[in-house]
């Protein structure tokens, strides 16, 4: 049974992952987002002027006895990220770009806390969910949050600048955890 649903899994994944150019871009170093990445429909209902979602899509797989394997990416989901037309310039979009880069120290967090944490057959799944979700949905939020609040969606540049330093800085110090797959051994 473990062995048909992790085959499902990796059938569903392929498809997405297969399709990442046209649904999502992968975070990577040296791509920046553009205007035509932004392919959702516009808010008009909200005071922003560009909105990105990102996610991180991941996949793990383990024999329940030895070792567990995760894989996962910082995506940035093209249909459901959007800017208001006549808004859009290259201080919003360099705003929007640190949302994606937020988005990957975080997952470089996870890298380095699931390489750090000590996970046994008994309890790899759902340490490893809890250990995800509580990286991403609350300390991942709460930066987020932070960014948008001290940069005032972009409005102060000063702090814009600040953010882009801090950002650059921590994505830096989170190199070694870069890697998209890891594996564990169970202790």
Known sequence: MRTLLFTALLFISSIFFAQVDTLGVEWQHDY????SDFKGKEDKSQKLSALSKISIPYTYSSDGEVDLTLNLSTVFVKDESW????KENNVLLGHEQLHFDIAEIHRRIIVK??????????????????????????????????????TNYARLFRSQKEWMEIVAAKLIELKEFNDTEVTVTFQ
């Open 32 to 35: 920046h987002l553009k205007w």
């Open 83 to 86: 800017y208001k037309k006549g």
């Open 113 to 150: 806390t699931v390489l750090s944490t000590k996970f046994s057959a008994e309890n790899y799944e759902s340490e490893l969910k809890q250990l995800i979700s509580k990286i991403w949905d609350e300390d991942y939020r709460k930066m987020q949050d932070q960014y948008d609040a001290e």
